[in-house]
């Protein structure tokens, strides 16, 4: 299941009202550790698409919603559970730390 886009017309439809938790990576085109967690992020959702989904909001594009959450460093990963911020993750992570911090949605 690979990762899908956001924008404000979607947020609330993929994010905040969804049955399953939502990890939001919150991005932007030229940031070099942003790029670099994107892989890992898709490879997380082919495996645990089923229990978490993930979508990915570009901040340049979308600022109103950053803005709404505090997004001031980036790439931040934020986890919903019923329209609620369970967790947050600022900065890059290699796959086994992103896994170790999700382990409780993906289990």
Known sequence: MATINVTTATFDAEVLKSSTPVLVDFWAEWCG?????????????????????????????????A????????????????????????GARPKPAMLKELESYIA
């Open 33 to 65: 550790p942003c790029r670099a967690v994107g892989p890992i992020l898709e490879e997380i959702s082919d495996e645990h698409g089923s229990k978490l989904k993930i979508v990915k909001l570009n901040t340049d594009d979308e600022s109103a919603i």
């Open 67 to 90: 803005i709404k959450y505090g997004i001031t460093s980036i790439p931040a990963m934020y986890v919903f559970v019923n329209g609620e911020v369970v967790k947050t993750i600022v």
